[in-house]
């Protein structure tokens, strides 16, 4: 069965830091793309970030420049280094792959920014 499970998050001030994990397990992380999502309250899930097999990035325009997507496959996990944080970044992160697997989603993390 496999699993993503994702840690990392908590309250963080703005312009602070938080460097998030996603576990895999099995091969998932090696065979696929994979991505951050997060969901804000009463929002629908957003994509947030990729990385590719090959370490290719690619990021949404409201983390462009603050977040960096990071993969170790040696140790199945991707992270998500997060600075400058906003109170609009506040949400559940999770990760999954790339095209989205619905049963692959976990638990989320949550994130929230705030004085």
């Known amino acids: 069965q496999v699993q993503l499970v994702e840690s990392g998050g908590g309250l963080v001030q703005p312009g602070g830091s938080l460097r998030l994990s996603c576990a895999a397990s099995g091969s998932i992380l090696r065979l696929n793309t994979m991505g951050w999502y997060r969901q804000a309250p009463g929002k629908q899930r957003e994509w947030v970030a990729t990385i590719t097999r090959g370490g290719s990035t690619d990021y949404a325009d409201s983390v462009k420049g603050r977040f960096t997507i990071s993969r170790d496959n040696a140790k199945n996990t991707v992270h998500l280094q997060m600075n400058g944080l906003k109170p609009e970044d506040t949400a559940v992160y999770y990760c999954?792959?790339?095209?989205?697997?619905?049963?692959?989603w976990g638990q989320g993390t949550q994130v929230t920014v705030s004085s």
């Open positions: 999954n792959t790339i095209p989205v697997r619905y049963d692959y």
